[in-house]
């Protein structure tokens, strides 16, 4: 049972352009979401997160949405870098202030590729 | 800085023998370590839970036999694949939790992985 969802296993977006990646959850236990970056044969690398009581979050070219009542989020990157090329994986958690920390429940990852 | 280092990188066993993957955290200290396993084209998947000082947390479906897992301080967490089997070839990657993590308890900062064959 796949709790969180990335239906778009690639992504094809010209260098400049906006770039949006969609990931969806089943379990409404989670109050914490994060993407990380990851290349081939290396650990993930996290970029931005947010947690349930936000519904946006922006950090340079990195903004997350979050829309709770669909269990739907997404990352948006604008513009667009050859260096953006990568696999991005979206993760959640189900606990969230305090009181100690569970793993992360990933998702199947979507394989971004910045055209120039 | 969080920088988390995983060694060997890669390593191949013969089916039967044991394997020990170390994780580190270079430059704070980890309260909680996490252990993932990765099939090609698959996602993450969380093995145990490793709290510094006590026993680990496995994952439905992992059996703690064969995996050991050791976190013997607050900046080292050792994975022992015991009786290693072909099916049991993947990438292993650890992440951990700086103790002092301010806002962010789950900004997991992840090692670069081990890529274990069993032949």
């Known amino acids: 049972d796949q709790q969180v969802k990335q239906n778009s296993p690639s992504l094809s977006v010209q260098e400049g352009r906006i770039s949006i990646l969609n990931c969806d959850y089943t379990?409404?236990?989670?109050?914490?979401f994060l993407w990380y970056k990851k290349y081939p044969a290396e650990g993930p690398t996290f970029l931005i997160s947010?947690?349930?009581?936000?519904d946006k979050n922006e950090d340079g070219r990195f903004t997350v949405f979050l829309n709770k009542s669909a269990k739907h989020l997404s990352l948006h990157i604008v513009p667009s870098q050859p260096g953006d090329s990568a696999v991005y994986f979206c993760?959640?958690?189900?606990?969230?202030?305090?009181?100690?920390?569970?793993?992360?429940?990933f998702g199947k990852g979507t394989h971004l590729i910045i055209q120039p | 800085g969080a920088v988390v280092s995983q060694h060997p990188s890669w390593v191949i066993c013969k089916s039967g023998t044991s394997v020990k993957i170390e994780c580190r955290s270079l430059?704070?200290?980890?309260?909680?370590m996490f252990w993932y396993r990765q099939f090609p084209k698959q996602s993450l998947m969380l093995m145990a839970t490793?709290?510094?000082?006590?026993?680990?947390?496995?994952e439905q479906g992992v059996e703690k036999d064969k995996f050991l897992i050791n976190h013997a301080s607050l900046t080292l967490s050792t994975l022992t694949v015991t009786s290693a089997h072909p099916e049991d070839s993947s990438f292993y990657i650890c992440?951990?939790?700086?103790?002092?993590?301010?806002?962010?308890?789950?900004?997991?900062?992840f090692g670069p992985g081990t890529r274990l064959t069993v032949t």
């Open positions: 992440s951990a939790i700086p103790r002092l993590a301010g806002g962010h308890v789950y900004e997991q900062y």
């Open positions: 379990n409404s236990m989670f109050d914490y």
């Open positions: 947010i947690s349930s009581i936000k």
């Open positions: 993760a959640a958690s189900a606990r969230y202030s305090g009181g100690g920390a569970d793993g992360l429940t």
């Open positions: 430059d704070f200290q980890a309260t909680t």
């Open positions: 490793s709290n510094e000082g006590s026993k680990a947390t496995y």
